[in-house]
């Protein structure tokens, strides 16, 4: 059975955690591959609204296993917190989540070298989520790093002092002003440890192959975008892992040839939160109007998420980076109203009209070529079937399928699960 995979094409918050809860139906096991705390993955089902950061967005079904891969880092603070407000759901945790031993931990020392590096790097910052991302995945790829499975040995706490020493030293090399008291951390930090101990900790690439085997069903759940993507992003403000297809394979341990069903899902417009470049961004009131009708605050931090056009020069990029083979289009609902809509098709870019992703798309370099196209005043979150669906939607829509060449399979008009057209 082959494992398919949902995916952002954009900067992240596409809308994941909706879709994946919407499809979890169809599947017995659902796996995060990459990222971490820095992810948050809304769902909404008989009114009530949910945040997920490190546990897969199928935890709510009876029918699904929840995997937590290799490739994800884990914060065991955020880990129980996340675990205390699924509490009153009386889910079944200890047979329905299961974490890989490979998957790594991020130390409280992580989140405070993320915090002074931000620091240092004044106007320059990247706007991490401070959630200890970036060091974390150095330490993983300098060697360094600690695994859930060295919590299973008995010298864990000597590698935790050996590292978190290490950190400290690194934190004073940066030459900024971060108050912390490690000794309050670390409190927190080792009693989350224990209870993250009670969990069934996992071979997942072992388990996930034997599922395969079984003829399980598996989704494989992105977190953040594309572009986003530490080798495909707009370097160097984007994350510090693989959101791509091919992180999926690491991440989880699945072989290439045995992926299915490529997701690609994105915004009918566009945002992006923290700092870089961003070509189609808007300043005026379209985009005010974007973020207030979407209410477009981050998930994880509560920042404003920046707006503007959808942008298919980048999308056609994750498009072609991540061999999408069917699409899915979010927040359509959220442009109900606007008299015209742009869709970005070209860049003016150096003088020259490019239609591919450029290694620099600083707004120096980059201007947006648009299309105009009609919009809808209709209002889209009451509609369930395909055939309500407004005139100039099916337009706009029938463009951005022609320019992909890729169909797009599920409309989504709100937050519910139950507001998802399928076409
Ligand atoms: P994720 O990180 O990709 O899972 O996305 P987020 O949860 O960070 O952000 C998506 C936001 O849009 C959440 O607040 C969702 O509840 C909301 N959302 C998802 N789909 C729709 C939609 O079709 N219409 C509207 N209005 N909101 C949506
Ligand atoms: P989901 O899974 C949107 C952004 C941060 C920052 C950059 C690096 O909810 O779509 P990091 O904390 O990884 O070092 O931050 O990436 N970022 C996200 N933006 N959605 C996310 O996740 C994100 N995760 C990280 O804002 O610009
Ligand atoms: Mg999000």
Redesign the pocket.
């Given at each position: 059975m082959a494992v398919d995979l949902l995916l952002?094409l954009q900067?992240?918050?596409?809308g994941?955690g909706k879709i994946v809860d919407v499809l979890t139906q169809d599947y017995d096991i659902i796996a995060r591959f990459q990222?971490g705390p820095?992810?948050?993955?809304t769902l909404e089902f008989d009114g009530i609204k949910h945040v997920l950061h490190t546990i897969p967005s199928g935890i709510f079904h009876e029918n699904a296993v929840n995997v937590v891969g290799n490739g994800v880092v884990i914060d065991p603070v955020i880990f129980q917190k996340e675990l205390d407000a699924l509490k009153k759901f009386n889910l079944d945790i200890k047979s329905k989540l299961f974490i890989s031993r490979k998957a790594h931990l991020i130390l409280p020392t992580h989140r405070l070298l993320?915090a002074a590096s931000e620091a240092s790097k004044g106007k320059a910052k990247?706007?991490?989520?401070?959630?200890g991302?970036?060091p974390t995945y150095m330490d993983k790829t300098g060697r360094n790093g600690m695994r859930i499975g060295d919590l299973e040995l008995s010298d864990w706490k000597e590698k935790y002092r050996s590292l978190a020493n290490k950190h400290e030293a690194m934190i004073s090399f940066y030459d900024v002003d971060i108050q912390y008291d490690l000794a309050e951390l670390e409190a927190d930090f080792f009693k989350a440890v224990d209870e993250l101990k009670q969990l069934t900790f996992i071979d997942s690439e072992e388990y996930l192959y034997q599922a395969q085997k079984a003829g399980k069903k598996i989704l494989a759940e992105g977190?953040?975008?594309s572009l986003?993507d530490i080798d495909f992003g707009t370097y160097p403000?984007?994350?510090?892992s693989n959101t791509t297809a091919a992180g999926a394979c690491t991440g989880l341990g699945v072989a290439p040839n045995q992926i299915g069903d490529v997701k690609g899902i994105f915004k009918a417009y566009t945002t992006r939160?923290?700092?870089?470049p961003f070509p189609t961004e808007l300043f005026d009131e379209d985009g005010e109007t974007m973020g207030r009708v979407g209410n477009e605050f981050?998930?994880?931090?509560g920042r404003p998420r920046r707006c503007g056009w959808l942008d298919l020069v980048a999308l056609k990029y994750a498009v072609r980076v991540n061999g999408v083979t069917e699409l899915m289009m979010m927040k359509g609902d959220v442009l109900s109203g606007f008299k015209k809509l742009k869709v970005c098709t070209a860049y003016n870019y150096k003088g020259e009209q490019i239609e591919h992703f450029p290694f620099n798309i600083e707004a120096e370099n980059v201007t947006p070529v648009y299309s105009e196209m009609d919009g809808w005043k209709e209002d889209l979150t009451k509609m369930t079937s395909a055939d309500q669906l407004p005139k100039a939607l099916n337009e706009y829509i029938d463009f951005l399928e022609k320019e992909l060449e890729v169909p797009i399979k599920i409309v989504s008009v709100g937050p519910d699960r139950t507001q998802t057209i399928l076409r």
């Open positions: 952002g900067w992240g918050d596409e994941k990222g820095n992810a948050g993955h993320d990247i706007g991490s989520t401070l959630k991302i970036g977190a953040q975008g986003l403000f984007v994350t510090s939160v923290g700092s870089g981050g998930a994880t931090t």
